[in-house]
Protein backbone atom coordinates (compact mmCIF):
# COMPACT_ATOMS: atom_id res chain seq x y z
CA UNK A 1 0.00 0.00 0.00
CA UNK A 2 1.36 3.19 -1.24
CA UNK A 3 1.75 6.21 1.33
CA UNK A 4 3.13 9.29 1.46
CA UNK A 5 4.50 12.09 4.25
CA UNK A 6 4.51 15.50 3.89
CA UNK A 7 6.26 17.83 6.16
CA UNK A 8 7.92 21.04 6.35
CA UNK A 9 5.33 23.52 5.91
CA UNK A 10 5.13 26.75 7.55
CA UNK A 11 5.43 30.32 7.53
CA UNK A 12 7.92 32.39 6.31
CA UNK A 13 8.28 36.35 5.18
CA UNK A 14 8.64 37.22 1.44
CA UNK A 15 12.14 36.33 0.37
CA UNK A 16 12.38 33.30 2.33
CA UNK A 17 12.89 29.72 1.80
CA UNK A 18 11.15 26.23 2.91
CA UNK A 19 11.68 22.67 1.84
CA UNK A 20 8.73 20.24 1.58
CA UNK A 21 9.77 16.65 2.29
CA UNK A 22 7.58 13.79 0.90
CA UNK A 23 8.16 10.11 2.93
CA UNK A 24 6.90 7.76 -0.18
CA UNK A 25 6.33 4.09 1.14
CA UNK A 26 4.82 1.34 -0.73
CA UNK A 27 6.14 0.69 -3.91
CA UNK A 28 8.11 -2.33 -5.35
CA UNK A 29 10.93 -0.44 -6.63
CA UNK A 30 12.09 3.60 -6.86
CA UNK A 31 10.80 4.09 -9.88
CA UNK A 32 7.73 5.80 -10.43
CA UNK A 33 6.07 9.12 -11.08
CA UNK A 34 5.61 11.86 -8.39
CA UNK A 35 4.68 15.69 -8.39
CA UNK A 36 4.41 18.66 -5.92
CA UNK A 37 0.97 20.30 -6.28
CA UNK A 38 -0.68 22.96 -4.47
CA UNK A 39 -4.67 24.85 -3.61
CA UNK A 40 -6.06 27.10 -2.51
CA UNK A 41 -9.09 27.56 -0.54
CA UNK A 42 -11.77 27.92 -3.67
CA UNK A 43 -9.03 27.24 -6.38
CA UNK A 44 -8.01 23.90 -8.05
CA UNK A 45 -5.23 22.20 -7.36
CA UNK A 46 -2.88 22.91 -10.04
CA UNK A 47 0.89 21.28 -10.25
CA UNK A 48 4.25 22.80 -9.77
CA UNK A 49 6.60 20.01 -9.91
CA UNK A 50 6.68 16.74 -11.45
CA UNK A 51 9.48 14.01 -11.52
CA UNK A 52 10.47 10.72 -12.78
CA UNK A 53 12.09 8.92 -10.35
CA UNK A 54 13.66 6.54 -12.68
CA UNK A 55 15.69 9.31 -14.41
CA UNK A 56 15.55 12.21 -11.91
CA UNK A 57 14.30 14.38 -15.03
CA UNK A 58 12.20 17.04 -13.95
CA UNK A 59 9.41 19.70 -15.22
CA UNK A 60 8.49 22.77 -13.27
CA UNK A 61 5.22 25.34 -13.81
CA UNK A 62 5.89 28.61 -15.46
CA UNK A 63 5.13 30.07 -11.68
CA UNK A 64 7.72 28.76 -10.08
CA UNK A 65 10.37 28.25 -12.65
CA UNK A 66 13.68 29.16 -11.17
CA UNK A 67 12.58 29.30 -7.54
CA UNK A 68 11.64 25.97 -7.25
CA UNK A 69 13.43 22.89 -7.12
CA UNK A 70 11.81 18.88 -7.06
CA UNK A 71 14.47 16.30 -6.03
CA UNK A 72 15.16 12.55 -4.64
CA UNK A 73 16.76 10.89 -2.19
CA UNK A 74 16.10 6.91 -3.32
CA UNK A 75 17.99 5.97 -0.32
CA UNK A 76 14.95 7.16 1.61
CA UNK A 77 12.73 6.86 -1.30
CA UNK A 78 12.33 11.12 -0.18
CA UNK A 79 11.12 13.45 -2.42
CA UNK A 80 12.14 17.42 -1.76
CA UNK A 81 10.58 20.14 -2.54
CA UNK A 82 13.17 23.57 -2.13
CA UNK A 83 11.07 26.40 -2.50
CA UNK A 84 12.95 29.88 -2.65
CA UNK A 85 12.36 33.46 -3.52
CA UNK A 86 8.92 32.84 -1.90
CA UNK A 87 5.83 35.11 -2.35
CA UNK A 88 2.75 36.10 -1.23
CA UNK A 89 1.28 34.17 -4.08
CA UNK A 90 3.05 31.18 -3.13
CA UNK A 91 0.67 30.46 -0.06
CA UNK A 92 -1.30 27.44 -0.35
CA UNK A 93 -1.86 23.88 0.78
CA UNK A 94 1.09 22.01 -0.64
CA UNK A 95 0.56 18.40 -1.92
CA UNK A 96 2.67 15.10 -2.45
CA UNK A 97 1.37 13.05 -5.41
CA UNK A 98 2.68 9.58 -7.00
CA UNK A 99 1.81 7.05 -9.83
CA UNK A 100 2.89 3.65 -10.56
CA UNK A 101 4.51 2.86 -13.96
CA UNK A 102 3.62 3.03 -16.25
CA UNK A 103 2.84 7.07 -15.50
CA UNK A 104 3.63 10.34 -17.23
CA UNK A 105 4.83 13.21 -15.83
CA UNK A 106 1.86 15.22 -15.75
CA UNK A 107 0.82 18.38 -14.18
CA UNK A 108 -2.78 17.04 -13.84
CA UNK A 109 -4.03 15.91 -10.55
CA UNK A 110 -6.10 13.17 -12.13
CA UNK A 111 -3.12 11.65 -13.11
CA UNK A 112 -1.89 10.26 -9.46
CA UNK A 113 -3.45 7.86 -7.79
CA UNK A 114 -1.72 8.54 -4.67
CA UNK A 115 -1.97 12.14 -2.19
CA UNK A 116 -0.39 13.11 0.79
CA UNK A 117 -2.24 15.00 3.57
CA UNK A 118 -1.07 18.20 2.49
CA UNK A 119 0.98 20.89 4.30
CA UNK A 120 0.45 24.21 4.78
CA UNK A 121 2.70 26.88 3.42
CA UNK A 122 2.33 30.70 4.50
CA UNK A 123 4.37 33.29 2.87
CA UNK A 124 3.59 36.70 4.50
CA UNK A 125 4.42 40.60 2.83
Not at 17 to 27: E, K, P, V
Request: charged share 20%; with cysteine; net charge positive.
Amino acid sequence: QVQLVESGGGSVQAGGSLRLSCAASGFTDNKYCAGWFRQVSGKEREGVATIYTGSGRAYYANSVKGRITISQDNAKNTLFLQMNSLKPEDTAVYYCAAEKTPCGTSFRPRDYSYWGQGTQVTVSS
